[in-house]
């Protein structure tokens, strides 16, 4: 049996985090001062011991990882699910993506994943009524302002239909632990139509909701978030989340108004916002993201453009179930 080392030690505790990873993100993670086959070397000889396993590919082909028996026994956790439906597999890389990009701010350090929220609920309810329960992609707990908010994340890789929307709201009406339902979209297009939706799910307070685009959240350097209850795209710098470690520019203006209008948590703060979420007003300063383009339509995949590759990262696609050798 292969001898655990340090990294693999890292990899090991990381998969059991995140529940799955995409080799691009366990290099990142953990590999990313080592040769590209090293470190297939090296994973090739966790997973014959069963310490890892891969996954189905994801929608660019690359391979995606969890623990396996042996690998769980070590880390003495248990994680539910085959993570074999590659639509699933695509979300649930995205959100980690998401975590990791929140991660790099110096935020996310207390989440809980969607795999683990959801064998809490298997376990502790009967199956019907666990499956129906309103179950978030993730929980985010973050200080803000001095004081402890909750986070409910949903990142949509396609768009639901209004009466599901409506049902997920009246769902997050009964959850008021959640401070915020702070939704990755693929575009702002998409934003409007869950917020109108929003708007229509019974005593819902649309002033909850948060919006970023997912492109542009995971590539700039500066990410944004549309606050519905600010009515404005404001800078994650500017949230005023307590542990936030980041670039923060000067100032930034989009659309002739400053963002650097910050949204707290002050009652006297939330009490001068708008008292309709859903007007023309909205809609407007949805229309757009300053400073970021409007990403593909809702309805097509990521990963459908495949990114220039290394020689090493061509052999990883070419190789089988077997990783056999590339020549």
């Not at 985010?140 to 009466?163: C, D, H, Q």
């Amino acid at each position: 049996m292969v001898k655990i080392q340090p990294r693999d030690l890292q990899l090991l505790e990381s998969l059991s985090r995140y529940g799955v990873l995409s080799t691009k993100q366990i290099q990142k993670l953990i590999f990313s001062n080592i040769q590209f086959t090293t470190m297939m070397r090296r994973m090739r000889l966790l997973e014959s011991d069963h310490f890892i396993r891969r996954g189905v590919t994801l929608t660019d082909q690359s391979f995606t990882w969890r623990l396996a028996w042996r690998g769980e026994q070590r880390m003495s956790v248990e994680i539910p699910g085959s993570f074999s439906n590659r639509n699933i597999i695509d979300h649930d890389v995205l959100v980690n993506d998401i975590r990791m990009r929140l991660e790099s701010f110096n935020l996310a350090k207390k989440w809980r994943p969607e795999f683990e929220l959801k064998s809490e609920a298997f376990r502790n309810q009967r199956y019907r009524r666990a499956k129906e329960r309103l179950i978030s992609d993730g929980i985010l707990y973050e200080n803000k302002a001095g004081e402890p908010w909750m986070f409910a994340i949903e990142v949509e890789l396609t768009r639901k239909s209004e009466s599901r929307y409506k049902r997920i709201f009246q769902d997050y009406q009964e959850e008021r632990q959640f401070h915020r339902i702070w939704y990755f979209v693929q575009s702002t297009q998409d934003a409007q139509a869950i917020l109108k939706s929003a708007s229509k799910a019974l005593m819902f307070n649309t002033k909850r909701l948060w919006f970023s685009v997912i492109d542009s959240f995971l590539a700039s350097d500066e990410p944004k978030v549309f606050s519905v209850n600010a009515n404005s795209w404001i800078p994650l710098s500017d949230i005023g989340f307590d542990h936030f470690h980041g670039t923060k520019p000067a100032q930034l203006v989009a659309h002739g108004v400053s963002t650097q209008v910050i949204e707290n948590s002050n009652a006297k703060t939330e009490a001068n916002s708008l008292n309709s979420c859903v007007n023309s007003q909205n809609q407007s300063a949805l229309h757009a993201e300053p400073s970021a383009p409007d990403p593909s339509p809702s309805t097509m995949e990521r990963g459908q453009e495949l990114q220039a590759k290394t020689n090493e990262e061509k052999c990883e696609l070419a190789q089988d179930l077997k990783f056999k050798k590339c020549g």
